[in-house]
């Protein structure tokens, strides 16, 4: 008798076992009624969901639609009272890409996503036409991550779609609107794996400039001074020791008279 394959006995993607399908898992979202940003509502929605929400959802100006940011925000506001900006951003759940040159459509860009295996929903945005094509893409992570890891995993999305995401995708609270102005506009989901699990597709991402994308470096901290005259450059001078010149203060005190 012929011996089964390991694939015909277990699953080609033993992660889909153990964590369920990534177009039913929830992850947190985060939505603004309007631009101004001072009211938000957190939600846990799934890519299903979404995508129920958005086919089914009236025709809206653009200028009336929600924003979402598929992360979680604090409560500290800027002076004008907005929620909705990077240094109240406190974990990321998933990357949105915004695709505004008109170079590629829907189509296309879901091609790509399912080429690389990536669960994601593409849906058009207000200014969509079909001579010049604008989408979104909302790729939700298998896990939240601090808001300083959100950019490489941009570039990992920007790299699966051939360079095709404007540099606002890059910016950590960027928050987009989502509705439709067009009662015929409809979402695409694509089926595949989280993309903060593909980490082989790190290899091809692409800056928001469309190059290879690179880390940045934090700038080593300035290097502390080794010489006992340039106090200035000591942080610590308080806990500064230097060992007392005997044959100075020796010399100086043999030339005082005494009285």
Not at 51 to 79: C, N, Y
Not at 106 to 134: E, M, N
Not at 157 to 166: D, F, Q, V
Not at 235 to 248: C, K, L, S, Y
Request: contains cysteine.
């Amino acid at each position: 008798m012929q011996a089964q394959s390991l694939t015909s006995i277990f699953p080609t993607d033993i992660d889909d076992l153990i964590g369920g399908n990534p177009l039913d898992s929830p992850f947190k979202m985060t939505v603004f009624d309007d631009l101004d940003s001072r009211v938000k509502t957190t939600r846990n929605p799934t890519l299903r969901e979404l995508k129920t929400e958005f086919d089914s959802s009236p025709v809206t100006p653009k200028a009336k639609q929600r924003l979402i940011k598929v992360a979680t925000f604090g409560d500290v506001p800027t002076i004008k009272g907005a929620l909705r900006h990077d240094g109240n951003l406190i974990a990321v759940s998933g990357i949105e890409g915004d695709h505004d040159a008109g170079t590629m459509t829907i189509d296309q860009a879901a091609s790509l996503l399912r080429l690389a295996g990536v669960a994601a929903l593409v849906h058009p945005t207000a200014s969509s036409t079909l001579d010049k094509p604008r989408w979104r893409v909302i790729a939700p992570l298998d896990a939240p991550v601090p808001p300083a890891d959100r950019e490489a995993l941009a570039a990992r999305l920007n790299g699966i779609l051939h360079g095709a995401l404007h540099p606002e995708s890059f910016v950590a609270s960027q928050s987009f609107y989502f509705g439709k102005a067009d009662a015929d506009a409809v979402a695409t989901l694509t089926e595949g794996r989280n993309i903060d699990c593909l980490h082989h597709l790190q290899d091809s991402a692409l800056g928001k400039d469309g190059t290879p994308y690179a880390p940045r470096i934090a700038a080593p901290p300035p290097a502390k001074a080794d010489k006992l005259d340039d106090f200035d450059d000591f942080d610590d001078f308080d806990d500064f020791f230097m060992a007392p010149d005997w044959p100075r203060i020796t010399s100086a005190l043999a030339v005082i008279p005494v009285a």
